[in-house]
Nanobody, 115 residues
């Protein structure tokens, strides 16, 4: 089954850290760029960061520059999102997807940052 499944979210205080994981299955993970997105209530899904199949990362969202880091482990078919210095405005559902994207998105993982 071709899918991605996110995990690692939770409730954290302002200034705290979380590491999200996204496990892929059903496709050749090592061949794809992977991306992290988030969607806050009432807002559109936002592209945050991407990592190429060879490990080159790109940050697309200015709001997370210097605070969020993307990495991957091709042997484990997993992409990670390290989130530091979290702010209340980082509260959202976080999703990963490959690029080109899967049609069906994973369940996401909720991150809530308390002020």
């Amino acid at each position: 089954q071709v899918q991605v499944v996110e995990s690692g979210g939770g409730l954290v205080n302002t200034g705290g850290s979380l590491r999200l994981s996204c496990v892929a299955s059903g496709f050749t993970f090592s061949a794809y760029t992977m991306r992290w997105y988030r969607q806050a209530p009432g807002k559109q899904r936002e592209l945050l960061l991407a990592i190429s199949n060879t490990g080159t990362s790109t940050t697309y969202a200015d709001s997370v520059k210097g605070r969020f880091t993307i990495s991957r482990d091709n042997d484990k078919k997993t992409v990670y999102l390290q989130m530091d210095s979290l702010k209340p405005e980082d509260t959202a559902m976080y999703y990963c997807n490959r690029y080109p994207p899967l049609f069906y998105w994973g369940p996401g993982t909720q991150v809530t940052v308390s002020s």
